[in-house]
């Protein structure tokens, strides 16, 4: 395996300064409150230091938020001035963009090229919102009688985002757009690991004229400030990534409230391969799918479900393409695969690879911190695969959120449907093969919310995210996800002119409904 640790470059800000919560416009001087460290997951170095918002911090971020939705500002703003506004934040995002790409990179460890590959198309989330808020139109309502009804759809009002350390600024953004498109405001409460790019954008915005209290953030772990936002009363509506155990806390605290949510939680990918499907292809493929981002994603290939007669040769080659993965620090440019985002993660991926072995599976590649990188104080780990994985082994249930995969075989279709859907979780799922009856046909029938045929990790502003079972609720992007930021209110105009009186018992029959 190649390995590749050299020093940032000179020209690398190093972003090692305090951090403010970001409230109703302006940086919040962090005085006497409690820090958390920010740590660069390339070397273990302390970048920042952020403010641990206590539940105060999070009650006044909310009333920020709320005294901006009902703000005559933001609320009587016009369709058309508010797409305007929406498409100016894109347009200033992406003038950043060089800057956020560094910073992301050095916060969370992904692998420049990734970062500029995911980055670069995120302000396009916020025109596509735009364009659903001038496109959008209340319905009149055909109804029985002298009765003019019309439904309006009026913004929710203030929205919690918690969102997690693999994707901060993408996930945060695909969230923002619909926030901000719909007329909701809002308070997001980004992972303690990853709060930096987060904290720049709501600055950048603020120069933009998004008013104050439109946008908040709070910095913080989930058990303080995650806990005391998910449960605030002022929240109307609870938007959450993270994992399936975080979900369940944060939507059991949020329903206290009867606060709306949306809800992506974890994953546990399966791929199937059919032996009609290029084998070199499928190989290609299942690295990308599994060790993209280090493997910290809910959507990674982390169950390849491989067709018999094919079976030998693509565990060999997948081994071979996970061992020539150079990993490294992921400001060098020949890196391609990157560090996980702390020491703990780390661990949890070698203890999984110990339990592989202990389950009785065959690690075909990785397992272990590469060799180059031991002393490098980065939370590295070499891309690991393991063979001959029975499904009912924990390395094959279980989220293990790393560069992690698995290969178990398969003789028939209906194998394949069974062994993928034998999961708890339903996020995502792929399909390899050049059959196309057959991909439809298996694609019905995996138990999981998004499916890519003879792709992987591909999402698109228009198209709908989320997952069936315990990878959540509800749905991301698309117009599934700008609706979900809307109340219903139905409207009845009485247009006749006959006089009422219910209690005139000489009346004729009247409706009562």
């Known amino acids: 395996m190649a390995h590749n640790l050299e020093p940032a470059s000179a020209g690398t800000p190093r972003h090692d300064l305090v951090r403010g919560l970001f409230i109703d416009g302006r940086m919040v001087d962090p005085g006497p409150r409690a820090l958390m460290n920010i740590t660069a997951p390339r070397d273990g170095t ?69 970062t500029r590959a995911q980055l670069a198309r995120v302000p396009d989330l916020f025109r596509y919102n735009a364009g659903l808020a001038m496109a959008r139109r209340d319905d009149v309502i055909p109804v029985e009688g002298d009765y003019l009804t019309y439904a309006r759809r009026l913004p929710v009002g203030v929205v919690a985002n918690v969102t997690p350390f693999n994707h901060p600024l993408l996930i945060a953004c695909r969230n923002l757009a619909p926030t901000f498109a719909s007329g909701c405001t809002t308070v997001v409460k980004p992972s303690e690991y990853t709060p930096l790019t987060t904290l720049r954008l709501a600055e950048i915005f603020s120069t933009a004229g998004l008013p104050p209290g439109v946008f908040n953030v709070v910095t913080g772990p989930g058990a303080v400030t995650g806990r005391a936002l998910s449960e605030h009363p002022g929240i109307r509506k609870l938007v959450l990534t993270g994992g399936t ?31 009609d499907y290029d084998l070199d292809q499928a190989v290609n493929y299942a690295a990308f799918g599994a060790f993209v981002g280090a493997g910290q994603t809910c959507v990674c290939a982390a169950r390849h479900i491989v067709q018999r007669s094919i079976y030998d ?26 560090p996980l985002i702390s020491a703990r993660q780390r661990e949890r991926v070698l203890d999984f690879a110990r339990i592989g072995l ?25 891309p690991t695969v393991f063979a001959d994985v029975d499904p009912r082994m924990r390395i094959f249930q279980e989220e293990v959120f790393g560069p992690f995969t698995v290969v178990t075989p398969f003789d028939t279709e209906d194998d394949a449907v069974r062994i993928a859907n034998d999961s708890p979780y339903g996020l ?12 439809h046909r298996v694609a019905d029938r995996i138990e999981a919310g998004i499916v890519w045929i003879n792709d992987h990790h591909r999402v698109d502003a ?47 029959a009247q409706r009562l409904n």
């Not at 693509?314 to 695969?337: C, H």
């Not at 709908?464 to 698309?478: A, Q, T």
């Open 428 to 439: 995502a799922a792929a399909i390899r093969t050049r059959d196309i009856a057959r991909a």
């Open 245 to 275: 155990e975080a979900g369940r806390r944060a939507g059991a605290a949020a329903a206290g409230n009867f606060a709306r949510q949306t809800l992506e939680l974890g994953g546990k990918t399966p791929v199937v391969v059919f032996d």
């Open 462 to 508: 228009a198209s709908p995210w989320g997952g069936f079972k315990l990878s959540g609720i509800g749905r991301e992007f698309g117009k599934e996800a700008f609706d979900a930021y809307f109340d219903v209110k139905a409207v009845m105009v009485n247009v006749g002119d006959q006089p009422f009186d219910w209690f005139d018992m000489s009346a004729p």
């Open 358 to 382: 202990e389950e009785g599976a065959r690690l075909v590649a990785g397992g272990q911190v590469p060799p180059a990188l031991a002393n490098s104080h980065g939370f590295y780990v070499e």
């Open 313 to 338: 040769a693509f565990v060999e080659r997948l081994a071979a393409k996970a061992k020539a993965i150079a990993v490294g620090d992921p400001f060098d440019a020949a890196t391609q695969m990157g």
């Open 46 to 114: 302390t970048i920042a230091q952020v403010i641990e918002a206590s539940a105060e911090d999070v009650d006044r971020a909310v009333a920020s938020a709320d005294a901006a939705f009902r703000s005559k500002e933001w609320r009587s703003m016009s369709v058309r001035t508010r797409a305007r506004l929406v498409n100016k934040l894109a347009d200033v995002m992406e003038a950043h963009l060089d800057e956020l790409f560094e910073l992301e990179t050095l916060n969370n460890g992904r692998p420049v090229r990734e």
